[in-house]
């Protein structure tokens, strides 16, 4: 994981946890510090964190999605149907439960895990509920989310676009899918 750190004179150098509180120098000769890990942590981590724990927190609360209309035709609908998001691929049980590492797909929050207490403490609330929700597999950032869609626009969701699409009707899904634009999406019922 790197960071970008700017110096006074406008050109940006990137920076690795190991100079964390040290200084870095800059090609016009000046030197850059670097602020202590937790705030290159928070300074990278914060706009991408945000959606996420929201998304877990309201999923933990039972207010999403928020809406008894249809995502697709906007018709209230007492139907809902669940799409799987995998937002963060960093490992991976594959059938015969052997874990493969996997490359990480556009998305940062592995990395950050560490220094930050409000999704180390949204994990901890996860692990004391069955509920589908926010699961933490390994390294991997998952969600079932729960999505209105009436009978009539169900079969339109076959392909990932229209999935999206579908899910971008839901703001805090959108804010989610914004963050995570890689992330992997499976209809599961
Ligand atoms: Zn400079
Ligand atoms: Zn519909």
Do not use: W
């Amino acid at each position: 994981m790197s960071y970008e750190v700017r110096c006074a004179c406008g050109q940006t150098r990137e920076a690795s946890a190991a100079n964390a509180g040290a200084s870095l120098l800059c090609v016009c000769g000046r030197a850059i510090e670097v602020p202590p890990l937790h705030q290159l942590r928070l300074a990278a981590g914060e706009a991408v964190l945000s959606a996420a724990v929201r998304v877990e927190a309201l999923l933990l609360k039972g207010l999403l999605p928020g809406t008894r209309e249809c995502s697709v035709c906007f018709r209230e609908t007492g139907d809902v149907v669940h799409v799987a998001v995998e937002c963060e691929r960093g490992r991976m049980t594959t059938a015969s439960g052997t874990p493969r590492e996997q490359a990480a797909a556009g998305c940062l929050l592995g990395a950050l895990i560490g220094g930050l207490p409000g999704l180390i403490a949204a994990n901890r609330m996860m692990k004391q509920t069955e509920v589908e929700g926010p699961k933490q597999i390994g390294q991997d950032v998952a969600f079932t989310l729960p999505l209105p869609v009436c009978v009539d626009c169900r079969f339109d969701l076959d392909e990932r676009q229209s999935l999206v699409r579908a899910l971008r009707a839901i703001p805090d899904y959108a804010a989610l899918l914004d963050r995570y634009p890689a992330a992997l999406l499976r209809l599961v019922g």
